[in-house]
Structure formats: C-alpha cells, structure tokens
C-alpha cells in the first residue's frame, strides 16, 4: 500500500528557514516524479515544486523560485523541499505527491500534509 508521510511543517517568522520532508514507501519512489503542492484556507491547491526520479530536472512556482530548493535521495525513499526566506504568503499545507509509472499509466499518490505558518 503506497504510503506518504510529510513532517517538517511549523510555525516560523518571516524571513525564517524550514525543510520539510516527505517519506515514502509502498511504491517504486525511485521511479516516481516527486512534487509539493500546497493549500492554503479558501484557496486551491497549488503546484511548489517538482523533481525527476532521478533528480536531474526541477521545476518551480514562479513565487518561490530562489527561496525553495526541492530535493530528493532516493536511497532514503524521501524527498525534501528546502524553504528560505519564508514569507507570509507561504502560510498553507504542504502536501506531497508522487506520480508512479505503470506499464500504460500512472497512479497518482497523495500524503496528509504538514502545516506551515509563517506569523510574527
């Protein structure tokens, strides 16, 4: 059963630093395309940022471009995203997402989120 944990997510000040992590297990992580999204209260969900399985490629929301670093070390099943310079507007749930290739298609997995609330 594919599985994934976030962890990481805090209440942190403007300007501060978090890395969240996100574990994963019951599928083959080392093939999978690994993204962050986030949602925050009466919005939609967003795409952060992605990384190819073998994390040659990333690809970043324009807001967060040279303050997030997404990551990933596929001998730990686990993928990070690194948040600097935190603003205010970063303030969601930050969820993980793994897209799994099959032989025709691809399943599609989703974990609970971690809160992150950037406050003053």
């Known amino acids: 059963q594919a599985r994934l944990v976030e962890s990481g997510g805090d209440l942190v000040q403007p300007g501060g630093s978090l890395r969240l992590s996100c574990l994963a297990s019951g599928f083959s992580f080392g093939s999978s395309i690994m993204s962050w999204y986030r949602q925050a209260p009466g919005k939609e969900r967003e795409l952060v940022a992605r990384i190819t399985s073998g994390g040659e490629q990333t690809m970043y929301q324009d807001s967060v471009k040279g303050r997030f670093t997404i990551s990933r070390d596929n001998a730990k099943n686990t993928v990070y995203l690194q948040m600097n310079s935190i603003e205010p507007e970063d303030t969601a749930v930050y969820l993980c997402?793994?897209?799994?290739?099959?032989?025709?298609?691809?399943?599609?997995?989703w974990g609970h989120g971690t809160q992150v609330t950037v406050s003053s």
């Open positions: 997402n793994a897209v799994s290739p099959r032989p025709t298609d691809y399943d599609s997995f």
